[in-house]
């Protein structure tokens, strides 16, 4: 069995980042659930991730890359633009085509959009007797799910 390792950064400050490894034939809903809990988040919304394979600063250019969401967003048809979008919780990592390097943009809360740039840092086999995903590294402090934008106004 193989296991990715991620680089999960916020895209306003990549110095705040965890690295997760994720098996194979887990899914991109099972990556969404430990970014959850790795950035400390309490309060659940929808997320989409964004296939690239490069690393961007375009909206334009992750908008239009196949888009993988929450199930209730393609119900809901929440999407971004007119595309197909894929049901992030059928699509297995193994799957994706995925190599080191690679890069995918994670929307999570669409209304407050926090942002993050994944890294594919490497795939290596897996410890059979550990439990995935797994949070392998921490940096930095996760920031308030909901900042309080009058305390930050008021420290100007």
Do not use: C
Request: aromatic fraction near 16%; charge should be negative; proline fraction near 4%.
């Amino acid at each position: 069995m193989k296991a990715y390792l991620f680089r999960v950064a916020l895209m306003h400050n990549k110095r705040i980042y965890r690295n997760i490894e994720i098996l194979e034939n887990q899914t991109l809903a099972d990556l969404h659930e430990m970014i959850f809990y790795a950035f400390d988040r309490y309060d659940e919304h929808l997320y989409s991730f964004f296939l690239t394979r490069r690393s961007t600063r375009s909206t334009r250019t992750i908008y239009d890359s196949p888009e993988y969401t929450h199930p209730m967003a393609l119900q809901q048809d929440y999407g971004f633009g007119f595309k197909k979008q894929y049901n992030a919780a059928e699509a297995n990592i193994g799957k994706l085509g995925l190599k080191e390097k690679d890069k995918l943009y994670y929307l999570f809360d669409f209304g407050d959009e926090w942002w993050h740039e994944l890294t594919v840092l490497k795939t290596q086999g897996a410890a059979e007797s550990e439990p995935y995903p797994k949070i392998v590294k921490k940096a930095g402090e996760s920031p308030d799910q909901y900042p309080d934008y009058e305390e930050e106004e008021d420290e100007f």
